[in-house]
């Protein structure tokens, strides 16, 4: 199985901070990398997919890069709406993994 | 607009079985991927399985050989037996349509414990 690690597992920003993810594959995966968006309670929201594509309707303040083994989720403007969890996920494989999860709080 | 709704959690006990539905509109379930992921209290997420469109199917370590996924397309619905259930197996459990190697599409989640 591809193993998918997070960092940071939480962190704490403010409201108009710039905050980075990153998501580490323990292979490379090409750019079969999505981001994920997840409130308590909610089902998960798709955000970028194939690494860098922003999904329809996701503010602009989202961004991702990356390719082969090292991926980065970007939100440029930390707005009140963004604390929730994130997740990044692998879908290189048959069976697709999921990162542990970086929480982002409200400093 | 697309829509998955899934029912049948509920409370039950080691040893026993549910059968999950999740019910699609908007999209017909036998031409695309569909997999279930699960989220246990306070956990992460976690595939479960994947049904691609010409009926292969996938299941991680932790459910091959319990678990099967399938579908119904007169009712454009799709279903996740759980057999020999265990304590580990208690989650939310959600449906989700793949869309270019991606979930864009969930169900609201449904609610399996595994208790005695």
């Known amino acids: 199985d591809i193993q998918m690690t997070q960092s940071p597992s939480s962190l704490s920003a403010s409201v108009g901070d710039r905050v980075t993810i990153t998501c580490r594959a323990s292979q490379s995966i090409s750019t079969y990398l999505n981001w994920y968006q997840q409130k308590p309670g909610k089902a998960p929201k798709l955000l970028i997919y194939a690494a860098s594509s922003l999904q329809s309707g996701v503010p602009s303040r989202f961004s991702g890069s990356g390719s082969g083994t090292d991926f980065t989720l970007t939100i440029s403007s930390l707005q009140p709406e963004d604390f929730a969890t994130y997740y990044c996920q692998q879908s290189y494989s048959t069976l697709w993994t999921f990162g542990q999860g970086t929480k982002v709080e409200i400093k | 607009e697309v829509q998955l709704v899934e029912s049948g959690g509920g409370l039950v006990q080691p040893g026993g079985s549910l059968r999950l539905s999740c019910a699609a509109s908007?999209?017909?379930?036998?031409?695309?991927?569909m997999s279930w992921v699960r989220q246990a209290p306070g956990k992460g997420l976690e595939g479960v399985s994947v049904?691609?469109?010409?009926?292969?199917?996938y299941y991680a370590d932790s459910v091959k050989g319990r678990f099967t996924i399938s579908r119904d397309n007169s009712k454009n619905t799709l279903y996740l037996q759980m057999n020999s259930l265990r304590a580990e197996d208690t989650a939310v459990y959600y449906c989700?349509?793949?869309?270019?190697?991606?979930?864009?599409?969930w169900g609201q989640g449904t609610l399996v414990t595994v208790s005695s």
């Open positions: 908007g999209f017909t379930v036998s031409s695309n991927y």
């Open positions: 989700a349509r793949d869309v270019a190697a991606a979930f864009p599409n």
């Open positions: 049904i691609y469109s010409g009926s292969n199917t």
